[in-house]
């Protein structure tokens, strides 16, 4: 009885998994040089290049109540706009979810190059917000929640 429950849990876990198995592939050309000098528009200005590269997960309208996945990640973006470094500061609770956002924002690069930030870098927190579907936003651009 045991093992059929968690193979029944398993399966049922199964559909929701397939979402974040494989990661899309941008779909954005290398966007302008970003024009603020404040790291928490630049967050903004990383998050419309997001949506950009991956139009097909975004979710149009307001998040449902129940997410599969909330993840707050910190980003750093060197002068050229390359990722140097991603930290989860924040795991979601669908483990399958960490890499999938990881992978997203690696194959994102370049982001829009930092050239007016007084470190040649910009460093910034995003929280995601993830559904079962695969489709996300993120806070910085969120239409909220239902």
Do not use: N
Not at 34 to 62: F, N, W
Not at 64 to 71: K, N, Q, R
Not at 102 to 112: D, K, L, S, V
Not at 122 to 130: D, G, P, Q, S, T
């Amino acid at each position: 009885m045991k093992k059929t429950l968690s193979a029944l849990a398993l399966m049922a876990a199964l559909p929701a998994f397939a979402q974040f198995a494989m990661v899309p592939a941008p779909q954005c050309q290398t966007p302008p040089p970003s024009g603020t000098d404040v790291e928490r528009e630049y967050r903004i200005d990383a998050a419309r290049h997001l949506y950009r590269c991956y139009p097909q997960r975004i979710m149009k309208g307001k998040m449902p109540p129940m997410l599969y996945g909330v993840m707050m990640v910190e980003t750093e973006i060197d002068s050229a706009g390359q990722v140097l470094d991603i930290r989860v500061v924040r795991k979601p609770a669908a483990d399958e979810v960490a890499p999938w956002v990881i992978a997203m924002i690696r194959r994102a690069a370049p982001f829009p190059a930092p050239v007016r930030m007084a470190s040649g870098s910009a460093r910034f927190m995003e929280i995601w917000l993830v559904d079962k579907s695969g489709q996300f936003q993120v806070d910085s651009l969120t239409e909220g929640q239902r």
